[in-house]
């Protein structure tokens, strides 16, 4: 999970330089020695040819890898994507095994790779050492006698960002994005979302009664007294914060999520809390204002957390200790916190091995350390030359669509072009890679190497206030397989590992490669001109830059989309939603749209070709469709549904193709196909 931020990623899938024209003859020709199907991109056997493309264009593409491909064991869903993540996950496994079997100078960053994972892998020591890492903890949670000491361990735990409701964060300002400024956002609950505690259906009652279940029995592995009254106590908090927070719908408004209040208007419009004791313990003491996310929320828990005893508090942050390191202690609670976030929660059969673990543990905190790494062996530079060449051609597009739009208004336009323009794009990897002298890693420490992980991300996040921008930062490593957009940064996003097949294969022919690569670009685009990305301009400040009458009607046919996505019906009743995905829907219609266009303007010379049977513009959204194929086991589906923007894969293909006139062209769709849509009630924004 990522910390909170003003930075505003619109993660992706999960990308400009102004004036450059389109260059088709700088993307070379499919080699001849490859085959039919690498040349393709696409292979025929993941097709179900039983199934009409214009009746169900998923499947027709992707059925038989569908039926016939299981999900692994240790995944909760398994598709292009988690090929990939897999696939990554490996490569730095070779890296690290090697690391780790050298001997490296104390403080280098082969030392601190290579223990970090001799910690994670030291099991016997870890069971030998049970609760003891978090002794200290327990003991500073049972010192507490008074609600403002309360607050002050509030703010000390912040930096380990467990057991407080709230959470401070600091990030560019929204509203003045050439500086930092502190935020603070609602927080803890140990379940995903609180849609999971306010559900009254048999199968949420059902779900709080496990997570009840997991709350008694690591309080009974650590040994500790009435576990179930501890579970009753801890649950009973846990739903009075979930009834008081923000819904993700509402989370996304930028303008709602955006009040910059000064600390004595916060303590007017939160009284009851001692502020100044929480930020002073937070390191921020020094801080005259804060973005506050959800101001009904922290009105509402600042009476909340006044009425709730003392002690009752300690046993909520004493479970919540247990909850956040159980994965890292000992078997026992290692076996129970899987035992519930894995299968009951997500579905997941068996955990995965202590080597594929220890990737992520050594990923979430050294991974630019390991990103260098895994860059100067797997990245090629040719992917990034083509790269350039097709996000310019994007941009080209773009600006090509927006000059054409016609519900929008002159006036308008200027704006969107001149924000279109500023867009920065990055690929591949860091120019300036991140430091980690802030941490020191001992081999037989895990819970120590992890602690002191995290006060050294805290305090690079607190050194920020004051300091410029620092625009050369990136929000996730070069062997992350995903995209994003940042709104404040204004800027698009790619890292190494995503630039592979199925999402950019070299020697595959351009359709292919637009249809997937181009499509994920064009979406990164089109994030800046979402619902929300929208809001910003080019300089990443939000501000209103629309006419009245253009807001109306972007609105209008966003409204056309939630509708469109509300009917989707992946499991159990339970629809997508439509609001919720806004911003991902909008951004998969635009994207695909635009590569279209940047695939016609630079193959607009060249010959058509046949391919496998198929024509160049079938290609394309084949292209698209491959990168979209997934499973997922039912609880994992139910968790998207529920808590991620991200429609499942099928409703990316489906919810977008039949939007798009390009698609009823290249495949003859017709009234009364599966994948036809009436005219009037098409989605079209950029």
Same mark, same amino acid.
């Given at each position: 999970?990522? *910390?909170?931020?003003?930075?505003?990623?619109?993660?992706?899938?999960?990308?400009?330089?102004?004036?450059?024209?389109?260059?088709?003859?700088?993307?070379?020709?499919?080699?001849?020695?490859?085959?039919?199907?690498?040349?393709?991109?696409?292979?025929?056997?993941?097709?179900?040819?039983?199934?009409? =493309?214009?009746?169900?264009?998923?499947?027709?593409?992707?059925?038989n890898?569908?039926?016939?491909?299981a999900?692994?064991?240790?995944?909760?869903?398994?598709?292009?994507?988690?090929?990939?993540r897999e696939?990554?996950?490996?490569?730095?496994?070779?890296?690290?095994?090697?690391?780790?079997?050298?001997?490296?100078?104390?403080?280098?960053?082969?030392?601190?790779?290579?223990d970090?994972?001799?910690?994670?892998?030291?099991?016997?020591?870890?069971?030998?050492?049970?609760?003891?890492p978090?002794?200290g903890?327990?003991?500073?949670?049972?010192?507490?006698?008074?609600?403002?000491?309360?607050?002050?361990?509030?703010?000390?735990?912040?930096?380990?960002?467990?057991?407080?409701?709230?959470?401070?964060?600091?990030?560019?300002?929204?509203?003045?994005?050439?500086?930092?400024?502190?935020?603070?956002?609602?927080?803890?609950?140990?379940?995903?979302?609180?849609?999971?505690?306010?559900?009254d259906?048999?199968?949420?009652?059902?779900?709080?009664?496990?997570?009840?279940?997991?709350?008694?029995?690591?309080?009974? @592995?650590?040994?500790?007294?009435?576990?179930?009254q501890?579970?009753?106590?801890?649950?009973?908090?846990?739903?009075?914060?979930?009834?008081?927070?923000?819904?993700?719908?509402?989370?996304?408004?930028?303008n709602?999520?955006?009040? *910059?209040?000064?600390?004595?208007?916060?303590?007017?419009?939160?009284p009851?809390?001692?502020?100044?004791?929480?930020?002073?313990?937070?390191?921020?003491?020094?801080?005259?204002?804060?973005?506050?996310?959800?101001?009904?929320y922290?009105?509402?828990?600042?009476?909340?957390?006044?009425?709730?005893?003392?002690a009752?508090?300690q046993?909520? @942050?004493?479970?919540?200790?247990?909850?956040?390191?159980?994965?890292?202690?000992? !078997? =026992?609670?290692?076996?129970?916190?899987?035992?519930? +976030?894995?299968?009951?929660?997500?579905?997941?059969?068996?955990?995965?091995?202590?080597?594929?673990?220890?990737?992520?543990?050594?990923?979430?905190?050294?991974?630019?350390?390991?990103?260098?790494? +895994?860059?100067?062996?797997?990245?090629?530079?040719?992917?990034?030359?083509?790269?350039?060449?097709?996000?310019?051609?994007?941009?080209?597009?773009?600006?090509?669509?927006?000059?054409?739009? !016609?519900?929008?208004?002159? !006036?308008?336009?200027?704006?969107?072009?001149?924000?279109?323009?500023?867009?920065?794009?990055?690929?591949?990897?860091?120019?300036?890679?991140?430091?980690?002298?802030?941490?020191?890693?001992?081999?037989?420490?895990?819970?120590?190497?992890?602690?002191?992980?995290?006060?050294?991300?805290?305090?690079?996040?607190?050194?920020?206030?004051?300091?410029?921008?620092?625009?050369?930062?990136?929000?996730?490593?070069?062997?992350?397989?995903?995209?994003?957009?940042?709104?404040?940064?204004?800027?698009?996003?790619?890292?190494?590992?995503?630039?592979?097949?199925?999402?950019f294969?070299?020697?595959?022919?351009?359709?292919?490669?637009y249809?997937?690569i181009?499509?994920?670009?064009?979406?990164?685009?089109?994030?800046?001109?979402?619902?929300?990305?929208?809001?910003?301009?080019?300089?990443?400040?939000?501000?209103?830059?629309?006419t009245?009458?253009?807001?109306?009607?972007?609105?209008?046919?966003?409204?056309?989309?939630?509708?469109?996505?509300?009917?989707f019906?992946?499991?159990?009743?339970?629809?997508?939603?439509?609001?919720?995905?806004?911003?991902?829907?909008?951004?998969?219609?635009?994207?695909?749209?635009?590569?279209?266009?940047?695939?016609?303007?630079?193959?607009?010379?060249? =010959?058509?070709?046949?391919?496998?049977?198929?024509?160049? !513009?079938?290609?394309?959204?084949?292209?698209?469709?491959q990168?979209?194929?997934?499973?997922?086991?039912?609880?994992?589906?139910?968790?998207?549904?529920?808590?991620?923007?991200?429609? =499942?894969?099928?409703?990316?293909?489906?919810?977008? @193709?039949?939007?798009?006139?390009?698609?009823?062209?290249?495949?003859?769709?017709?009234?009364?196909?599966?994948?036809?849509?009436?005219?009037?009630?098409?989605?079209k924004?950029?």
């Open positions: 999970m990522k *910390k909170p931020t003003l930075l505003a990623l619109g993660i992706a899938l999960a990308l400009g330089v102004s004036g450059c024209q389109s260059q088709p003859n700088a993307e070379q020709s499919p080699a001849v020695s490859v085959t039919a199907e690498q040349q393709a991109g696409f292979a025929l056997k993941n097709f179900d040819k039983s199934v009409a =493309p214009q009746q169900d264009f998923f499947r027709f593409v992707n059925g890898w569908v039926s016939e491909t999900i692994p064991a240790d995944k909760v869903r398994w598709g292009s994507f988690d090929e990939l696939n990554a996950d490996q490569q730095v496994l070779e890296i690290i095994r090697e690391l780790a079997a050298g001997q490296h100078p104390k403080n280098s960053d082969a030392q601190k790779i290579a970090l994972y001799h910690s994670f892998l030291n099991e016997p020591l870890i069971n030998t050492l049970g609760l003891n978090l002794r903890d327990i003991a500073r949670i049972q010192q507490v006698r008074t609600h403002q000491e309360l607050a002050s361990l509030w703010g000390e735990l912040q930096q380990y960002r467990f057991g407080a409701p709230l959470a401070v964060f600091v990030g560019q300002d929204q509203r003045q994005s050439d500086q930092y400024i502190t935020g603070a956002s609602q927080a803890g609950l140990g379940l995903p979302d609180r849609d999971y505690y306010l559900k259906d048999e199968r949420s009652l059902a779900l709080l009664g496990q997570y009840k279940a997991f709350i008694a029995t690591l309080w009974q @592995l650590a040994g500790w007294d009435n576990p179930d501890a579970a009753d106590h801890v649950l009973a908090i846990e739903k009075q914060l979930a009834t008081i927070q923000w819904g993700r719908i509402q989370n996304r408004d930028r709602a999520t955006y009040n *910059k209040l000064t600390i004595a208007e916060i303590e007017q419009t939160a009851g809390f001692d502020w100044r004791a929480f930020l002073t313990a937070a390191e921020l003491g020094k801080v005259n204002e804060l973005v506050i996310r959800q101001p009904t922290f009105t509402a828990f600042a009476k909340l957390q006044a009425d709730i005893p003392v009752h508090w046993t909520y @942050l004493k479970f919540h200790l247990l909850r956040a390191n159980a994965a890292n202690l000992s !078997e =026992p609670f290692a076996k129970a916190s899987f035992e519930f +976030y894995g299968k009951t929660l997500s579905g997941q059969q068996e955990q995965r091995s202590r080597e594929k673990l220890a990737v992520n543990v050594v990923d979430s905190n050294l991974g630019f350390m390991v990103g260098k790494e +895994y860059v100067a062996r797997h990245f090629k530079p040719e992917a990034k030359a083509r790269m350039d060449v097709m996000i310019e051609n994007l941009r080209v597009a773009f600006k090509e669509a927006i000059d054409e739009l !016609e519900w929008m208004s002159a !006036e308008t336009k200027v704006e969107a072009q001149a924000k279109l323009a500023k867009f920065n794009t990055k690929i591949g990897y860091p120019d300036v890679w991140r430091d980690y002298d802030c941490l020191t890693i001992e081999a037989n420490d895990l819970i120590g190497n992890l602690r002191r992980s995290s006060e050294c991300e805290y305090q690079r996040m607190v050194n920020r206030l004051g300091q410029p921008v620092n625009r050369d930062e990136w929000g996730m490593t070069p062997q992350t397989v995903n995209a994003y957009y940042s709104s404040t940064m204004n800027e698009i996003v790619f890292p190494a590992a995503i630039l592979q097949p199925p999402f294969n070299v020697d595959a022919d351009d359709a292919v490669n249809g997937a181009g499509g994920v670009i064009g979406h990164e685009f089109t994030h800046g001109f979402d619902d929300q990305g929208r809001r910003s301009d080019g300089d990443g400040n939000l501000r209103d830059w629309w009245p009458e253009d807001a109306r009607q972007f609105s209008e046919r966003a409204q056309r989309m939630i509708d469109q996505y509300n009917a019906n992946p499991i159990d009743n339970l629809h997508l939603q439509g609001a919720l995905g806004l911003g991902e829907n909008i951004a998969d219609l635009g994207g695909l749209t635009v590569a279209f266009r940047a695939y016609q303007n630079a193959t607009k010379d060249q =010959p058509k070709q046949t391919i496998a049977g198929f024509t160049p !513009e079938q290609r394309f959204f084949i292209g698209w469709s990168v979209w194929r997934i499973k997922f086991r039912d609880e994992a589906l139910r968790q998207q549904v529920i808590t991620g923007p991200h429609s =499942p894969g099928m409703y990316r293909v489906l919810g977008v @193709l039949s939007n798009m006139p390009e698609f009823y062209d290249a495949f003859e769709v017709k009234p009364g196909d599966g994948m036809y849509r009436e005219e009037e009630v098409r989605v924004i950029w």
